[in-house]
């Protein structure tokens, strides 16, 4: 016989439980350029194991050199095979390319694409539109076999490479299509003091997080400023 107490449905999960990553290899792809440098800098000063990939092995180990913190340097594809986490942070240009050849390096892997796909003219910073949707859902496709999440859009490499600031004040915009992903990469973000990941929606929502770039291009232009982003009442 069922009773009342055997219909009761179970708590609705916390969404500020998040998983310990700390364990967790980040690897990132672009890691020499402002966005990737400045992202593996912040992670590595919070505590977790990084690998900066570029296509030269060589330009890798020079910058995790510059920024110590035990940060390694590999090629791409090294560097994809050897990390729990990858974060994409290559130019938008070499984005399809990039991910095409690490498509098996990728398989299973959790991928976190930060990439802004904009163009540029005499009137500033404007978003462009993927075939496919936005940066994120073209690696969503490129990449069938890895769990593609998008992330750490709106940050200021500025701000990040700069070890005179303690911490980030912004949130992170975190999209996906399965919760213990998002999760993971809202507690990746929380590692960095000052930082939060809040979920922001599935992929399908992800070119008006990365267009907003462009909008915070044109904040930072008027006001001489690093603009980052806060969600209020959350």
Known sequence: MTTSDDTKKAPAKDPWDL?????????????????GRGLAYRLAKAGQRVIIGSRAAERARTAAEELGLGIEGADNSECARRSDIVIVAVPWDGHAKTLESLREELTGKLVIDCVNPLGFDKKGAYALKPEEGSAAEQAAALLPDSRVTAAFHHLSAVLLSD???????????????ARADTDIVQALAARIPGMRGVFAGRLRNAHQVESLVANLISVNRRYKAHAGLRVTDV
Do not use: K, N, Y
Not at 19 to 32: A, H, I, K, R
Not at 163 to 177: Q, R, S, Y
């Open 163 to 177: 070890p005179e600031i303690a911490e980030i004040d912004t949130d992170v915009m975190v999209l996906g299509e």
């Open 19 to 35: 998983p310990d990553v700390s364990g967790m290899t980040v690897g990132v792809l672009g890691g020499t350029g402002d966005q």
